[in-house]
């Protein structure tokens, strides 16, 4: 069978996976009665934005949730809560979204980078401890794809040494580490609910914490100044959620579980279809965590698909032809953060990192209600590029 991308058919027929999110009658009426009835206000203290920061608490399992307009802004309004000066450092893994980097610029302290760990891909524990000085005050603990940090190690690192861990769990809600959820597993916590995360409402963030200080100082930098309350005295932003978006939150919140628990069944299935194809590394959850498997991610192992000597070359050769099969798939990021305009460092100060950015591959059609039907799917496609692996040679 000729590969797609040389111009043979597709294994997988069109429209054969469903799109994320799933969009149910209760979140489509609640966000239209909200918006007939004009009440969608968030200062009234029995609003929708106070009733759905009250569900996702008690989601979490924190004490204190405060929602904001986008993870970004939660990232950030957890980081003016930490109090930094410009001589201070937060240290970030050099593989993650570039939102925490440049949150830590905004509010005027220094970026560390730090390794990640090539099979779970998360920050590197002993790599966490070299990047660790005397002007360090924080760390950005990103669960990437949902998947848990490895936490023992990390308190271990951070120790009384004054440390206040901030988790951009903007991919991970629902994800735990022993039994306990992201978001309830450092000092501080922030969450995205972004079209595209486990929790999608269009756009919108949120943080949750157990101190009640960092949750009052991260609020005050949220809202522009109440005189009342303050006398003008701090700046402030508006990063207010929006009501509308609230309204459709509480509803949403209700399957979360239902649309995980598909998430984990499916991730299940092709890591245990794919296991007969050695140069498929899927992302490793260790046995304490439980991932919220925001996608499928897996690097390819160019020494075993054994069509080129380059990293990059082989995945995305490999990718290309997935894509064509019918796949949506693609490279999550494609440049590590600390080779970014505002760093411009070596990559080989990283060299896991880059690696990650190299070969991995993400599926994320592993989401509610794709089913083993489509999975089948996916293990078709690579089982058809496997059969014809030379063939990815000749595409130009
Ligand atoms: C790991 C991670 N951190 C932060 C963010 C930023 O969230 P938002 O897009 O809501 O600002 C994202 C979202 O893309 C993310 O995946």
């Given at each position: 069978m000729m590969l797609a991308v040389l111009g043979g058919?597709?294994?997988?027929?069109?429209?054969?996976?469903?799109?994320?999110?799933?969009?149910?009658?209760?979140?489509?009426?609640?966000l239209v009665e909200k918006f007939r009835s004009l009440s969608f206000s968030n200062y009234k203290l029995d609003s929708d934005v106070t009733i759905f920061e009250k569900k996702f608490n008690e989601y979490i399992g924190s004490k204190y949730c405060l929602t904001l307009n986008s993870g970004t802004a939660a990232i950030y309004s957890a980081l003016l809560a930490c109090d930094l000066k410009s001589s201070d450092n937060v240290v970030i893994p050099a593989y993650s979204f570039f939102s925490a980097a440049t949150a830590v610029l905004n509010v005027g302290a220094k970026v560390k980078f730090c390794d990640v760990d090539l099979e779970t891909f998360n920050?590197?524990?002993?790599?966490?401890?070299?990047?660790?000085?005397?002007?360090?005050?924080?760390?950005?603990?990103?669960?990437?794809?949902?998947n848990p940090c490895d936490m023992d190690q990390i308190y271990e690192c951070t120790?009384?040494?004054?440390i206040i861990l901030v988790e951009d769990a903007c991919q991970a809600h629902g994800a735990t580490y022993k039994g306990k959820k992201a978001g309830n597993l450092g000092d501080i916590a922030a969450f995205s609910f972004h079209i595209s995360k486990n929790l999608p409402i269009a756009e919108g963030g949120a943080i949750t914490t157990n101190n009640l200080r960092l949750r009052d100082k991260a609020a005050k930098a949220n809202m522009f100044p109440n005189y009342i309350q303050d006398k003008y005295t701090n700046l402030g932003h508006n990063f207010k959620f929006n009501g509308l978006f609230a309204a459709v939150g509480i509803e949403r919140l209700k399957n979360i579980e239902i649309y995980n628990q598909r998430r984990q069944e499916n991730r299940d299935y092709l890591v245990d279809k794919l296991k007969i194809f050695d140069f498929i590394v899927p992302q490793k959850i260790t046995e304490e965590a439980v991932s919220s498997n925001t996608m499928f991610v897996f690097r390819i192992d160019h020494t075993k698909l054994g069509i080129s000597d380059s990293l990059v070359d082989s995945r995305n050769r490999f990718m290309l032809a997935l894509h064509h099969e019918g796949i949506h798939c693609g490279v999550w990021l494609d440049k590590?953060?600390?080779?970014?305009?505002?760093?411009?460092?070596e990559s080989s100060l990283y060299p896991k990192a880059k690696i990650l950015t190299e070969s991995t591959i993400y599926i994320s059609g592993i989401h509610y209600p794709n089913s083993k039907l489509q999975m089948n799917l996916i293990i078709k496609a690579i089982e058809k590029i496997a059969n014809n692996c030379d063939e990815l040679k000749k595409i130009k």
């Open positions: 058919k597709p294994i997988v027929p069109e429209n054969s996976f469903y799109t994320w999110p799933n969009v149910t009658g209760a979140e489509v009426k609640s920050i590197n524990p002993e790599n966490l401890n070299e990047q660790i000085d005397e002007n360090t005050k924080a760390v950005i603990l990103v669960h990437i794809f949902g120790k009384n040494k004054n590590t953060v600390p080779e970014m305009e505002w760093f411009k460092q």
